[in-house]
C-alpha cells in the first residue's frame, strides 16, 4: 500500500487506526523533505492519536509539561429552537503537535491513546514553526478556514497586508472565492483560508 493510499484511507475509514498501533512496530511513512534531526533539539512533532481522543491525549501530555498544540476552530451552529452556539471543532482529527525532543517520541507514544508519530523511513517528520505560527493565526484571527485532504495547486503568493502578512503559500479559487493555503507537508494536507487580493503579491 502507497503512502498516498495510506492517507486516504485514514480519512475515509478511521477504524484503521488498529492497523497502525505501535507496539505491531508499524511506521507510518509520509512524505518529508526533512533533514536529519539532532537527538537534543526542539522540534514541532506529529503525534497520530486513537480516534476521538485528542483532546484526552493534550491534556494527558499537558499534565506530564509537554509543550503540545491541538489546533481547534469555533462554529456557531443553530438548533432547531433557534438557539445558537457556538461549537469547538478538531481542526485536523486524529492528529496532535508536539514540541519535544525526537528522542523522547519513542517513550511518548507509550503513553495510553497515542498510536504512533508520523514519520517517513522511521525518521520522524519535523513541522516548521512558522506553519504552526500560520495555523495559529489563521485561528485567533477567526479567518474562515478549510482542510483539503489533498495538496491543491496553485499560483504560489505571499501575503503583504493584513494579520497573516509575511506567509507565503499558494492562491486557489475554490466555489467562486479567492483562498490562499499552506500545504502541510508531514499530513499531506491545505489549509486553506479566504485571502483579498489586495493583501497578496506573486513571488
Known amino acids: 500500500m502507497t503512502w498516498r493510499k495510506l492517507i486516504y484511507n485514514i480519512i475515509k475509514n478511521p477504524g484503521m ?20 534531526n539532532l537527538p537534543s533539539e526542539l522540534h514541532w512533532y506529529v503525534l497520530y492519536t486513537r480516534s476521538r481522543a485528542e483532546e484526552k491525549v493534550q491534556k494527558e501530555l499537558s499534565l506530564r509539561n509537554y509543550h503540545v ?24 482529527p486524529n492528529y496532535i ?41 489563521m485561528i485567533d484571527y477567526n479567518i474562515d478556514i478549510s482542510i483539503e485532504p ?14 497573516l502578512s509575511g506567509y507565503e503559500g499558494i492562491l486557489v479559487e ?5 483562498r490562499f ?6 499530513l499531506n494536507k491545505t489549509i486553506l483560508a479566504d485571502i483579498c487580493l489586495a493583501e497578496l503579491e506573486k513571488y
Open 17 to 36: 487506526s488498529s492497523f497502525l498501533k505501535s507496539d505491531s512496530q508499524q511506521d507510518i511513512s509520509f512524505k518529508s523533505a526533512q533533514s536529519i
Open 174 to 178: 475554490q466555489k467562486g472565492k479567492n
Open 181 to 186: 493555503g499552506i500545504h502541510l507537508e508531514v
Open 97 to 137: 503537535f508536539i514540541k519535544t525532543t525526537c528522542c523522547k517520541l519513542n517513550s511518548i507514544i507509550q503513553l495510553p491513546d497515542i498510536v504512533s508519530f508520523i514519520n517517513c523511513s522511521g525518521e520522524p517528520s519535523v513541522v516548521p514553526d512558522k506553519e504552526i505560527d500560520a495555523i495559529r493565526n
Open 150 to 163: 489533498v495538496f491543491k495547486t496553485g499560483e504560489r503568493v505571499k501575503i503583504v497586508d493584513g494579520p
Open 69 to 92: 498544540y491541538l489546533p481547534l476552530t469555533r462554529k456557531l451552529k443553530v438548533w432547531r429552537n433557534r438557539q445558537k452556539k457556538l461549537i469547538s471543532h478538531i481542526l485536523f
